[in-house]
Every structure is written in structure tokens, then in C-alpha cells.
């Protein structure tokens, strides 16, 4: 009798044990799925993004016409910087394409550098159509070198998921075969890392527009502090992790970075959730904590905008980010995404913002971004302004409506700051942000709000 007994209970136990693996390995597939999907479109999504800003800036050479050539160099400001942020997204792992994201900026400042120079009227010289046309050359060959990462990416000898760790329990061949992601070897990427390494030889772009090589080597102004150990750096990693989460992380794995903000970047495991991990950046200079990244997936919501918002602003308040002023929203993913940005009496200080990521369904802070605060917050000298906040709305064009004003710094590229009045205006049931130079009144930059589900964009 008792050994029957023994045999039913182990033949239970197996049986669990076999549909808790068949359950885990689902969803890590479907995790790895999802990643994959992802990966795949931003790549896409850059090389359509070069192709197109190459296209845009050979119509600019082509063209005769002052207007039209700003109109084709605005196309390509756009595009140069959609296809950076494309590249931000792709998995990487191994490097950082630096210099490659470095020329897709300055290509992008450089065509919007023109085009308003075009718009006051003024004609490009020959050495700016000369360094225009060399981008466009660039950018051809950065074109070239994605198509070739394209081959691998079609013959599936490059997947994105592979470099999260996606690993897969033994399986019989036939299944396995259907539904495994290879793991990348390390020659996948050579494409991208030639690239970037050729990238770094080009000359500086000589012009006093933005994002030139002296202003982009701009060092952090908010760090503090002096530099920590990676000791020290692990300790305050698994801390900041544990009040996001409200969980137990260890470390898995330590490596540092040479990006403007050097760093220690953590790989942390969740003990109280298996193969919940967080990417975690901590500064060199300080041991503050840069940005996180949860890539936990994120549930039905449970919580609306306003409870995230709620729960983003106690966070930051607990870790000592006082003061700061919620600004815009968006919602992703099943997370809703908030953008705070300092304030210093009666003006939004918009260079020094944190990004804040909610996990909707448990309310977790599953995203953190910190990099425009402490590359841009010091204490500043900021001017008293010579116009009247009725002066600046008398700047606004009469047959707009106009719905509110209030001082802010903005930033501005090449790394200026200015301290404008922000004019909330209204035209044909559309918002708009017009910033009136709170010293001279000039107009120094105009944003769109765009409604989106779950928040607001500008742009």
C-alpha cells in the first residue's frame, strides 16, 4: 500500500514538474517572441529612416530653389533624427554605437542648422553645400552597411531576442527546431562595429550651429560627488531596484560604460520573481542612478493615468527629487510614461527632466531616465526678465487663442538655455507651445501638442 501510495505521489510531482516547464518555457517564448517583433521593426525602421534622409538631402543638392531646399533639409532633420532614436532601441550588446548615433545627430542638427538658415532668407555656402553633400555620402554607406546586416537579419542568423538571454530549455529537435531563436554569435554585429569604427574618422563638422564637437562633448553638470566603486555603485543599484520594485534583487552581472555619462551598468535578477531582470546605469561620478529599464512584461492595467502620476511623483520624492513638475504623458505598453522637470521659483526648468516608466497593472516603476537632469541641472544665474508676461502675449499672432503663460528655460540645441515665457496657444481646436524670449521677444521655438492615447506628445 505505501508503495503504491509512493508511486502516485511521484508520478504527481513529475507531472507538475513537466507542465510548470512546458508553462515557463511558453512564456519566456512569448517574451522572446515580442522582443524579437520589436527588434526587428526598429531595424527597419532605421534603415528606412537613412535611406530617406540620404533621398531628402540629395533633393537639397538638386535643388535650385531656396524654399524647396529648406523644405527637403527639414525632411532630413526629421528623418536623421528618427533613425537615431531607432538606433537607441536596437539590442547591442557588446558595444555602444556611439559614434554611428553621433553622426546621425549631427546630420540631423546640421540639416535643421541650414534650413533655418534658408528661412531668414540667407543661401548656404559652398563649403556647407560641400559638407552636406560628404553627409549625404556617409549616409549612403551607413545605407549599404544595414542592407548587409538585412541579409543576416532575413537568414535569421541575427536575432535580437538572442542578446536578452533568451535561452531555451532542451527540447526534442522537432519542436525545437520550430520554435527556438538561435543564439547570436559574436559575428552578427561585425557589420555594425566596422561601421561605427569608420564613423569615428570623420571630420568634425565646422559650423557654430548645434551638436558641434566641442559643445557635444559637453560634460555632466549635475553628478556630484566624487567617483564611487563598483562596490558601492552595486549597493546603490540593488537599492534604487528594490524601492521600484518593492522586491530583492541580486547582482548578475557588472560592466562599465564610456558614454557622456560614464557608468557601471548592472544586470540585476529579481529573487522573488525568477526571470524578472532590470538594467540598471549608476555614474562613475556620484553613484547616481542614471537610468533602469524592467523588462518584465506589463499585465491588463489595474491603474489609470492620474494613479501613475501618483505613484511616479512619491518615487521621485523618496528619492530626494524635490520640487519637480509633472510635464507631459504618454502611455506604452500597458505603462504610462511621465516626464517631470525641475522647477526654481516660477520657471520650469525643462533641460534638468527625469522620465518616470508605471507599470500599469501593479504600479512598479519599471523605467528610469535621469540623464537630461544630471547632464544639464547645476545652480544657475538665471536673468530677470525684461518683458512683461502681457508683452509676450502680445507677440502672439492676434487670430490665435491664447489659453495661458508662464516662464520657462528651455533648452536649445548646441547647448543653449533661454528663459522664455511659455504662451499656451489654440487654433482650430489644436494646442501649440510658443516660446517668446523673455529678454529680446523673439520667438524662439514653436511645439504642437498632440493628443495621444493615455497623454500628450509635442513636438
Known sequence: MTRKLSTILLSLALLLAIGWGLWERANRLTLANAVEAGGQRDFYNLLNYVEQAQVSMGKTLASS???????????????????????????TPGFKPVNTSKFLSQTS???????????????MTPQERQQLASLREEMGRLAADLHQTEGQVAGKTLRWSSFYGFKMPSLPRTIAGRALPVEARPGPLDGFVNTD??????????????????????????????????????????NFSNAASNSNYRVQATRTSNGRIPTFSLRLLDSRRPN?????????????????????????????????????RAFLQAQGFTGMQPTYTVRTDNNQVITFAAKEGDVI?????????????????????????YMSHHKRDLPRPKLTPEQARAKINPGIKVEGVRLALIPLPGGQEKLTYEVKTKMDNTYYLNYINALTGEEEKVLQIIDVPGGQLTM
Open 109 to 123: 542638427d546640421y540639416s535643421n542648422y541650414l534650413a533655418q538658415k534658408l528661412a531668414r532668407g540667407e543661401e
Open 276 to 312: 524578472v531582470t532590470t538594467h540598471i546605469d549608476v555614474s562613475k561620478q556620484g553613484g547616481q542612478i542614471v537610468s533602469l529599464l524592467n523588462t518584465r512584461p506589463v499585465g491588463a492595467p489595474t491603474l489609470d493615468a492620474a494613479a501613475a502620476l501618483e505613484k511616479a
Open 349 to 373: 526648468l525643462y533641460p534638468d527632466q527625469v522620465k518616470v516608466k508605471v507599470a500599469l497593472d501593479n504600479g512598479e516603476i519599471t523605467g528610469w531616465d535621469a540623464t537630461p537632469y
Open 65 to 91: 530653389s531656396p524654399r524647396q531646399q529648406a523644405v527637403h533639409l527639414t525632411e532630413a532633420w526629421n528623418q536623421a533624427a528618427a533613425a537615431q532614436h531607432s538606433l537607441t532601441q536596437l539590442p
Open 197 to 238: 569604427r569608420r564613423l569615428q574618422t570623420l571630420p568634425s563638422l565646422n559650423y557654430d550651429g548645434p551638436f558641434s564637437d566641442h559643445l557635444e562633448k559637453q560634460r555632466p553638470l549635475g553628478l556630484g560627488g566624487g567617483e564611487v566603486t563598483q562596490a558601492e555603485a552595486e549597493r546603490r543599484a540593488m
